[in-house]
């Protein structure tokens, strides 16, 4: 049969990854695909620019639409990063009967239901294996492996970026922005860090996920987000101490009443895998009702984690080239006709448990104040801890684990909390999983 041709837009990081392993690995390639693929064209910004992979035989332009409009290109791979520009040009891919494949997570969560609309209606595929988790291939396990399967949820450490920085907190003791500074030194984080420190690029992966497991359209603007900024060394301390670490989590949960998608700082039992992941490395563990619970670890970024995805994307497509687009994997797992209107639910109908922790004057009565308040909003401990103060300081911290109870009536009681004139400063607030 006569090899596939391909076409890269983006010769960066993960670009440069692709064409190393599509070459270093052809032989391999074409005896899984039953066919060569080859990487005839690729498009980048700066031509001159030095690359991670070689270029020979490959010719290069600045201009990504030549790529898009040769009719001898089979398979585009998008690799550009952002979703303006890259949602403009898989459109008009998908118009030239072009197959794609990505590794951009904004472009699927904000923009997916449209470009997969698009692609069923030329009978293409769009394969984004690598928007999630690099090279741990969590969507065809999600979407094939656990077909048979009712997921009832999942949690994933999926930004490696926030997991480095809480693992330097815990291991070395280091607040927030020290933590911060070293994975910006080692090109862990960019220069503006938000995306990945306020939960952003962990909300686009737990948009597809969900949409996968839940068989739902996808919905990022329903995502409930919260960064890790606010986490202090004095929590983590107190977290081990109770039995816990401190993970950055996308949580999507199925329950009577819909869907939670939520991304937060959450405490986790210590003996769990899943809060011995450190460093830069993902984890998702995902719960069916017939298999029960299975953990996903790996490689969540660099150039060949990431190619890895990409490249299986490539021989998915090769592989599907000759099937009848009706008897092709849907791109999000369910029929498209058989999407759920399952309602996702509000932040303030999210149920979980509760790290507090808050200063108070050192003085009889203060305590009563605040379980008083919480026991008006049906909110019960489960563990309290009251420190000596520091010294020269008047106020004493306390820290408290609650049981399961609706985020509504948390903010409402530290609400009233923070008003009490003997409670000093805001309440630290993060939420607690079991994950059993």
């Not at 999926?158 to 920085?165: K, R, V, Y």
């Amino acid at each position: 049969m006569k090899p596939v041709k391909v076409g890269v837009l983006g010769l960066g990081t993960v670009g440069g990854g692709t064409v190393n392993v599509l070459k270093r690995n052809a032989a391999e390639i074409a005896r899984r695909a039953g066919r060569d693929i080859i990487i005839t064209h690729a498009s980048a910004r700066d031509l001159s620019r030095e690359r991670i992979c070689s270029t020979e035989g490959i010719i290069l332009t600045a201009d990504p639409l030549i790529l898009i409009n040769d009719p001898e290109i089979d398979i585009i791979v998008e690799l550009i990063g952002g979703d303006v520009f890259a949602k403009e040009l898989v459109l008009k891919a998908i118009a030239n009967n072009k197959h794609v494949v990505t590794a951009n997570k904004a472009l699927i969560a904000l923009h997916g239901n449209e470009i997969f609309a698009k692609a069923s209606e030329k009978g293409v595929i769009v394969a984004f294996e690598a928007a999630v988790a690099g090279g741990i291939p969590i969507i065809k396990a999600i979407r094939e492996g656990l077909s048979g399967n009712q997921i009832q949820w999942l949690a994933g450490i999926i930004n490696g970026t926030g997991n480095f920085i809480l693992t330097e907190m815990r291991d070395k003791g280091r607040d927030f922005s020290d933590a911060l500074a070293e994975a910006q030194a080692l090109g862990y984080a960019e220069a503006d860090p938000s995306f990945d420190v306020e939960g952003i690029d962990v909300g686009h992966k737990l948009t597809i996920l969900a949409s996968i497991a839940f068989g739902i359209p996808l919905q990022f603007d329903k995502v409930f987000m919260e960064g890790i900024t606010r986490i202090t060394p004095i929590d983590v301390e107190y977290a081990e101490q109770l039995g816990y670490r401190i993970k950055h989590l996308g949580i999507a949960r199925k329950t009577p009443e819909g869907i939670e998608l939520r991304v937060h700082p959450t405490l986790i039992p210590d003996r769990r895998l899943i809060a011995n992941v450190d460093g830069v490395m993902n984890a998702v563990l995902v719960k069916g009702d017939a298999v029960g619970a299975t953990l996903y670890y790996g490689a969540g970024a660099g150039a060949d984690a990431t190619a890895s995805a990409v490249v299986a994307d490539v021989i998915d497509v090769v592989r599907a080239l000759t099937s009848d687009p009706e008897n092709r994997v849907p791109h999000l797992a369910f029929q498209a006709a058989f999407l759920a209107d399952i309602p996702v639910l509000s932040s303030d109908r999210f149920k979980t448990s509760y790290y507090l922790r808050l200063n108070a004057e050192d003085r009889p009565g203060v305590l009563a104040d605040v379980t008083r308040i919480l026991a008006a909003h049906q909110i019960s401990i489960e563990a309290i801890i009251q420190k000596e103060p520091l010294e020269n300081e008047t106020a004493v911290p306390i820290i408290m684990l609650t049981h399961t109870t609706l985020e509504k009536e948390m903010n409402a009681a530290i609400a009233e909390i923070e008003a009490l004139l003997t409670v000093a400063g805001k309440v630290n607030r993060i939420r607690l999983e079991t994950l059993g």
